[in-house]
């Protein structure tokens, strides 16, 4: 299940974390989200993120593998 988490501190901090996106899924899914909370300040990128252009790599390197 795909989810967006906002987390607000205290002090009046957010912070979106999402849930069950793979690669820049997440950022296009919050996009509208972040532009409503003001400047963003950090980023933090999941395994998640990065496990998805892994696999789009490889995924492009057996296909130029088989071509050859």
Same mark, same amino acid.
């Given at each position: 299940?795909?989810?967006i988490e906002?987390i607000?501190?205290?002090?009046g901090k957010t912070?979106?974390? @999402?849930?069950g996106?793979?690669?820049s899924?997440? #950022?296009? /899914?919050?996009?509208?989200?972040? +532009?409503?909370l003001g400047?963003?300040?950090?980023? @933090?990128l ?6 998805? #252009?892994? /696999?789009?790599r490889t995924?492009? +390197?057996?296909d ?5």
């Amino acid at each position: 299940m795909k989810t967006i988490e906002i987390i607000i501190s205290p002090a009046g901090k957010t912070r979106l974390q @999402t849930h069950g996106f793979t690669g820049s899924d997440c #950022q296009q /899914a919050s996009r509208l989200l972040e +532009q409503a909370l003001g400047q963003k300040l950090t980023e @933090t990128l999941t395994p998640a993120f990065h496990e998805s #252009q892994n /696999a789009q790599r490889t995924h492009q +390197q057996t296909d130029n593998s088989s071509t050859e």
